[in-house]
């Protein structure tokens, strides 16, 4: 099966999960999904069936620039 660009981005980088998402970023559980939603923080990734965490470079580009992060399309 093909690897999709994405993932070998992310290859053996630590996931944050949401608590130390919002310790981070000091935005609160409802800002980080309505950003999500606007596109303007990045997306969450599947880590299993209920179970979400971020990659720690896109926080850490987020953190970088807010104001002009735009999701990126993989």
């Not at 070998?8 to 944050?16: D, K, M, V, W």
């Not at 559980?29 to 470079?57: L, M």
Request: proline fraction near 7%; charge should be positive.
């Amino acid at each position: 099966m093909p690897e999709d660009a994405s993932c070998s981005r992310y290859r053996g980088e630590r996931i944050l999960r949401l608590p130390a998402v919002i310790a981070r970023t000091g935005l609160s559980r409802s800002s980080i999904y309505r950003k999500i939603d606007e596109g303007t923080f990045p997306a969450q990734v599947k880590i299993n069936h209920n179970c979400v965490g971020w990659h720690q470079s896109a926080i850490e580009d987020w953190i970088g620039n807010p104001r002009s992060y735009v999701q990126p399309f993989d």
